[in-house]
């Protein structure tokens, strides 16, 4: 991540380290799946565990498709991009 942020202060494009609630539960519930899967060791699960994680990345792109993100991340956006098009507000 902290190379992503490099590259983009290279290119003058702001990126922001800002995460909506459903990012980081995404994050977090596909880090518990794939510790799930992979904690018995075995070199090859059954078709059942990949099944599962098949499922569970279709209901991710689903959610991620359907939901319209958190108000305030929407706010803090444009206002980022408005700071970010007209300077700082001298006061």
Known sequence: MPLF???AWCAQ???LLLFDLLEVAVL???CFL?????ADAKTATNWAKGA???VFYIIIVLAAWFYPGQI???IFNVAHRTVA???PLEG
């Open 13 to 15: 494009k702001p990126l």
């Open 34 to 38: 794939v510790n799930y899967v992979t």
């Open 85 to 87: 098009a007209n300077g």
């Open 28 to 30: 977090v519930a596909a």
């Open 52 to 54: 599962v994680m098949i």
């Open 5 to 7: 942020v490099a590259i």
């Open 72 to 74: 305030e991340v929407r």
